[in-house]
């Protein structure tokens, strides 16, 4: 088995980490913080907004199984990339929309699904594209989380609704 990692940053990691633990050939999702200039940050300090790091997920998935576009096409289709430093009612640059690359191809491949994507939005892509910068392993308590804590409030109210949206357009890819 190949295993190749994608590391994007779509607002909250809880909702994307639960989408994409929902979705055939991935092996990990695990929530974390990149992109910023303090190393090791705790949650506290990300959600001050004075780190630079935005709540990302790192994704370890079998491209026999799904692609790097196909993980991308669900990004673009679970939340908004045309809002820029938010999510809803997430507001600051954690929350940002950002697709950090690993490979040359996934540069590339990037760039094509965010041209494409332009042409289904209404308005302008704010997706940034960037390299790997330090990448940051959030805190236990964050792992797995809407699995651990499916009626908390925000994961009813807004995690929930992005994982039945995923299923009912993706359902030929859920597990």
Not at 23 to 44: D, F, R, T
Not at 112 to 118: C, F, W
Request: proline share 5%; net charge negative.
């Amino acid at each position: 088995m190949t295993t190749e990692i994608a590391t994007l940053g779509g607002g909250c990691f809880w909702c994307l980490e639960a989408v994409y633990q929902e979705l055939k050939g991935i092996q990990h999702v695990e929530s974390g913080y990149a992109g910023g200039a303090v190393a090791n940050p705790s949650y506290e300090d990300v959600c001050g907004g004075q780190t630079g790091h935005a709540e990302v997920v790192r994704i370890s998935f079998d491209p026999a199984i799904v692609s790097y576009r196909e993980i991308l096409e669900i990004f673009f289709t679970i939340h908004d990339p045309t809002t820029l430093n938010r999510q809803g009612n997430d507001c600051g640059t954690q929350y940002r929309s950002v697709i950090y690359y690993h490979t040359p191809g996934q540069q590339d491949t990037a760039r094509h699904v965010i041209a494409e994507m332009a042409n289904v939005w209404d308005a302008p892509i704010v997706t940034e594209l960037s390299p790997l910068p330090a990448y940051y392993k959030a805190e236990d308590y964050h792992q797995n989380y809407f699995r651990q804590n499916p009626l908390q409030g925000y994961c009813a109210f807004v995690v929930a609704p992005k994982v039945a949206k995923f299923r009912k357009v993706f359902a030929d890819k859920a597990r």
